[in-house]
């Protein structure tokens, strides 16, 4: 598990927004430093270099970049509403970490901006002499990352928003996520036990109706021994909770303590992959139900989200679980099972009656009867007995 810092960093670095500005940032220090790298020029190289090619060259840039965002942003859309109309809504936010979408545009905004602001500079008569040559290099530069670039997002437009593409990038996830997991069933914290929490503790009720989206738990272990306290969170990794509902109970009533646990045990309006299973799995069987829908009749789809929706039950099975390191926190364990059955009955109860479906169905369920998780085993057989 990544400490809290660096997860925020990475979630704040996946947005479209930061990186654009990242970009943006660059360009204006080419800029920079082709002023200042003028002085590192021989004298002599000067007439290599004419203002009108360098001229001519950042109005292609100028020009195209802005058609080709634009462009780009439009392709972004409607991916964007093809994934979220077509399989699932959940799925889009798949999408939203893309980052290859976001680095391909992030380029082009930012060669653009780096052609304008040339441009501007270049009316100003900032750019002369040698460092005309400078910046004609940087241009050049900005020309190869702008052919990368294109090369780049020709190559992702082939697989952007279809099926296949959308539907491996969530089982990946959600594999990700299940192996973490199953090596820290309740997110390195002792599992809960709702029935051994002591009396006398303080509820802290949440402030709002949300998701529980993930828990920064090193944060909490933190707080917790600065205070000599104990944190019980009573709800699991994406559950819903409602607002007025008990969220946590503390050892002791600090309210920099509550402060802190509702920072670091965040409730949103949606649920994300990091630390939630469950929500891949729920977005790969919506996917196959709405498959078998009578508008959509796609048995097919819908047996290979059964696939993959087996392969993040068996391809994680027999991971070694570690041991407790936050002895401060009690969590909520993973609940395989309950998973399984949540995810795995629409499919069954959609599928009942298609004989393409009867016999993929029953081997799947049979296949997870046999692993040694008792618990998954046994919500396996309780799914075949329903069939």
């Avoid at 920079?32 to 950042?58: Q, T, Y």
């Avoid at 090369?151 to 996520?177: P, V």
Wanted: a neutral charge.
């Amino acid at each position: 598990m990544l400490p809290s810092l660096f997860r925020r960093l990475h979630a704040f670095s996946r947005r479209l927004l930061v990186r654009v500005a990242l970009i943006t940032a660059l360009a204006f220090l080419a800029l920079a430093l082709s002023k200042l790298g003028a002085r590192f020029i021989p004298e002599g190289l000067d007439p290599l270099v004419g203002g009108e090619a360098v001229d001519n060259i950042l109005k292609i840039i100028a020009n195209s970049m802005l058609t080709v965002t634009t462009f780009s942003l439009t392709v972004m859309a409607a991916a964007h509403r093809m994934v979220a109309s077509s399989w699932t809504p959940r799925a889009h936010q798949m999408l939203l970490q893309d980052t290859v979408t976001h680095t391909v545009l992030a380029t082009f905004v930012g060669a653009y901006l780096f052609a304008l602001s040339a441009i501007i500079l270049r009316d100003l008569e900032v750019f002369q002499g040698r460092g005309l040559v400078v910046l004609f290099g940087m241009t050049v530069l900005v020309v190869v990352l702008i052919v990368v670039a294109i090369l780049r997002w020709i190559s992702h437009l082939e697989m952007l928003g279809s099926l296949i593409n959308t539907a491996q990038r969530i089982e990946d996830s959600t594999l990700e996520a299940m192996r973490m997991r199953l090596c820290h069933p309740a997110l390195g914290a002792h599992p809960l036990d709702v029935g051994r929490i002591p009396e006398g503790t303080t509820e802290v009720r949440a402030d709002r109706s949300g998701y529980l989206q993930q828990v920064y738990q090193d944060r909490l272990q933190d707080a917790a021994e600065a205070h000599e306290a104990r944190i019980w969170l009573l709800h699991p990794v994406g559950g819903f909770v409602h607002r007025g509902e008990v969220l946590a109970r503390l050892s002791r009533n600090d309210p920099a303590l509550v402060d802190c646990l509702r920072q670091n045990a965040p409730l949103g309006s949606l649920r994300n992959f990091e630390q939630d299973p469950g929500f891949g799995l729920t977005c790969l069987s919506e996917i196959g139900v709405r498959a078998l829908s009578p508008g959509v009749n796609d048995p097919g789809t819908a047996l290979d989200m059964l696939h993959r929706i087996l392969r993040v039950f068996l391809d994680t099975e027999g991971e070694a679980p570690a041991q407790v390191r936050l002895d401060r926190l009690y969590i909520p364990r993973l609940d395989r099972a309950a998973l399984l059955r949540q995810n795995l009955r629409p499919l069954l109860k959609d599928g009942a009656g298609r004989p393409e479906l009867e016999k993929p169905f029953a081997r799947a369920l049979e296949a997870l009867a046999g692993q040694g998780d008792a618990e998954l085993a046994a919500a396996a057989r309780d799914l075949a007995a329903e069939r």
